[in-house]
């Protein structure tokens, strides 16, 4: 059995870990970015597909491309933070399998039915999306994750448009990376009790 993370840890990941609006004036570098893939890229796929897809805005110009698709409200979360990530599925991640789930050649077709493929990459590609949030707190950075955007302006504008080669990705929610300003965030919401969520059968 492995040991279980300490008390702080969990501080950090879950307990006080808080969606941040504004950001301090404080660089975040490429190879932490790069350290928090390599963390969340370990969490568990259907089959190992990894259909998750990252891109990361860092440029003012890269976000200016992104400015026109989000809501009003989101905007300056966006334009202020060290660092945006698009958090998206590739639609044909099953032409990695035999690379991915080598021990099986004809795992592949088991994604042959586009619906099915579909589900399975949304489905995994958000797990993947939520072991990065996990993984960017772990590591000492604060995250803002944002859904209020138009996923198919996005997409056109990043993904299906020119150069095509990520047209097959598809945009699911939007979250900002950096070192977040305490002063705007608001009081912490409350969660529900186990027994209002859960149900033991």
Known sequence: MADPVND???NVI???GRSYNSWQDKDVPETLIRAVYELAKWGPTSANGSPGRFLFLRSQEAKER???HLD???VDKAMTAPWVAILAHDLDF???MPRLFPHNPGAKKWFSD???RELTAFRNGSLQSAYFLVAARAVGLD????SGFDNDGVDQEFFIGPGGERARWRSNWICNVGYGDKTDLFERSPRLEFDDACEIL
Do not use: I, T
């Open 114 to 116: 586009e619906a099915h």
């Open 14 to 16: 879950f307990r006080d």
């Open 66 to 68: 992104l400015k026109p």
């Open 8 to 10: 702080n840890a969990l």
């Open 72 to 74: 009003a409200s989101n």
């Open 94 to 96: 099953h032409e990695e």
């Open 143 to 146: 995250c803002g994750p944002m």
